[in-house]
């Protein structure tokens, strides 16, 4: 099994809003990693959590906050989102940070 | 600062043509290259990982090749099909510890005309 689920698939939310994306691997994998991809653009890391500890927070934002409740988890919580944070948010997993790497199928965001 | 580099960005073949995608990037210090597909609005799917040591890897139709001392790879794709069409990513993968773990390029939009 090599899949990283992600949910939702898609979200809308308000600036005032507080919602969650989760990202679930069952590979036994120890990095986990958010990204952010804009229409037409290369991926853009955010955050690395390496055994379970943020080891990368690539200067984004407050309104994003990570979390890694466990190994097979990682949640990324959204708070009073701006309409340009509106992407596809990936997420993506590997055994330890030098190996393959596989990623999810996304949440698509949209901010109102 | 690693920086990757995709040639071209967008590229239009009839089916049944080999094609070449290319991939350059300035460090050598890298422990990885991976090749990845996206299709419009999907996830990356992961198509061949070649390690720092290696020179080449083959899966199907699809052979990627790496010369770390020049900063290059390619992909080469045989036999191209319709269903081959979406975007090619390549990535590269380095030492956390003051460097971003994987690296893109801005990919190449391929398009497969049956």
């Known amino acids: 099994d090599t899949e990283v689920t992600q949910t939702p698939k898609h979200l809308v939310m308000g600036m005032t809003n507080k919602k969650s994306l989760k990202c679930e691997q069952h590979m036994g994998h120890r990095a986990m990693y958010w990204y952010k991809q804009k229409a037409k653009k290369p991926p853009e890391l955010m955050f690395v959590y390496s055994y379970e500890k943020l080891s990368i927070n690539e200067s984004v934002p407050s309104r994003f906050s990570p979390e890694c409740p466990n190994s097979s988890l990682l949640n990324l919580h959204l708070h009073a989102l701006q309409p340009e944070d509106s992407a596809l948010y990936l997420c993506?997993?590997?055994?330890?940070?030098?190996?393959?790497?596989?990623f999810g199928q996304g949440t698509r965001l949209t901010v109102v | 600062k690693q920086e990757v580099t995709q040639i071209p960005a967008a590229l239009s073949v009839p089916e049944g043509e080999n094609l070449v995608l290319n991939c350059s990037f300035t460090d050598s210090a890298i422990y990885n290259l991976q090749w990845f597909r996206q299709d419009p609005g999907k996830g990356l799917t992961s198509l061949l990982l070649?390690?720092?040591?290696?020179r080449e890897q083959t899966s199907g139709r699809l052979n990627a090749s790496l010369d770390k001392s020049s900063g290059r790879s390619t992909l080469y794709i045989a036999a191209s099909q319709p269903g081959d069409s979406a975007t090619y990513l390549c990535a590269v993968s380095q030492p956390f510890s003051g460097n971003t773990p994987l690296v893109f390029g801005k990919g190449t939009r391929l398009s497969v005309i049956a």
């Open positions: 070649i390690q720092s040591s290696q």
């Open positions: 993506a997993s590997s055994q330890e940070e030098n190996t393959e790497a596989f």
